[in-house]
Every structure is written in structure tokens, then in C-alpha cells.
């Protein structure tokens, strides 16, 4: 027992030193995209002023894969993507700039036309996130993982109230994640 013990010991000593020279967080980056009903998929960006997209992706890291952080992919720079403190119909989903910018966050067609993503329904603390059509159809968003592993992006809630917390000065309702898919009810 003790032999164990001790080599236990010993290898989190190594895994700790291990991680202390390294110092970064190992990172796995997810496609985020909204799906088509007939299984098609439409890029999700962020825009910055000028227009230019920017990638939305989902971080994992270090292997956690219960919730991966959502961002947007301005260079080296990763942005926040919150749902916003609003009275709007549908909830208005924005990547928050360190200065408080805050981006547009879209679906993108193949013809380049550009569909608002939004949190369009509450069911306790999670919000729906989707893709509104020009029909005002509803298309799932969508994080895929390099080896094909596919995570519903959802807004969740925290607190009970109102405004979850201020990111550089801009109001958010809740965070936005990507989580595993819930498991089908068979009745």
C-alpha cells in the first residue's frame, strides 16, 4: 500500500511539474455552425465594424469537455460571445470587445447573406440559441469537435436575476456554451 501511495505521490508531482513548464492550457478548437433542415451547415462569424468576418469557435481545454467557452477569433485575440441584456423579442447573441466593442455574431449563406443568431426561447436557466431564416424558420447552432463530435450551443444562466454580469461595461443576460446533447426521451 505504500508503494502505491507513494508512486502515486510522485506521478502527480510529475504531472504538476509537467504543467507548470509547459504553463499554457492544451487547446482543441470547434467549428461552430448553424445546420440547415435538409443537413446542410452555414458558417457562424463575428463582425467587426468594416464588415470583416471573424471565426466563432468552440474551446476546449484541457480535455474538459462538460461546457467549451465560445469566442470569436479576431487574430490572436479571443472575444467573449455573451447573450445580451435586452427587451428585444429574441435575445441578441454578441462577441464583447476588450474596450466593450460589441460584434455582431451571424449565420453565413453560401450566397453571403447574412442571418441574425439569437436566443429565442428560456427553458429554466438555458436559452435556445438559433439561427432565424428569412421565413423566421429556427436553425440549431451547432459545435463540432475534429473528429466529428457534435455539442448544442446554448445560453446558460447562472443567477436569477436580469443581468448575469457586466464584460467590459456591456450588460449580459448569460454565457454562451457549447455542451453535450442532451439524451433523447423515450416514453
Not at 42 to 58: C, S
Not at 144 to 156: A, F, H, N, T, W
Request: hydrophobic fraction near 45%.
Amino acid at each position: 500500500m505504500k508503494n502505491s501511495s507513494l508512486l502515486s505521490s510522485c506521478l502527480t508531482a510529475f504531472v504538476l511539474a509537467a504543467l507548470a513548464t509547459t504553463g499554457a492550457a492544451q487547446e482543441k478548437i470547434w467549428h461552430v455552425k448553424a445546420f440547415l433542415p435538409e443537413g446542410g451547415q452555414l458558417d457562424v462569424k463575428a463582425f467587426d465594424k468594416d464588415g470583416k468576418p471573424h471565426a466563432v469557435k468552440a474551446i476546449e481545454t484541457d480535455g474538459n469537455l462538460h461546457l467549451l467557452d465560445i469566442k470569436a477569433l479576431f487574430g490572436e485575440q479571443k472575444f467573449p460571445v455573451k447573450v445580451l441584456v435586452s427587451d428585444d423579442a429574441y435575445a441578441p447573441v454578441k462577441a464583447i470587445g476588450d474596450d466593450g466593442t460589441i460584434y455582431d455574431i451571424k449565420a453565413v449563406t453560401a450566397a453571403g447573406k447574412k442571418l441574425d443568431i439569437k436566443g429565442v426561447k428560456r427553458s429554466g436557466s438555458i436559452i435556445h440559441i438559433k439561427a432565424i431564416a428569412p421565413d423566421g424558420s429556427f436553425y440549431g447552432v451547432k459545435a463540432i469537435s475534429p473528429e466529428g463530435r457534435v455539442y448544442d450551443v446554448k445560453g446558460i444562466k447562472m443567477l436569477k436575476e436580469r443581468e448575469e454580469l457586466k464584460v467590459n461595461g456591456v450588460s449580459v443576460a448569460a454565457h454562451i456554451k457549447a455542451l453535450p446533447q442532451a439524451p433523447e426521451v423515450v416514453k
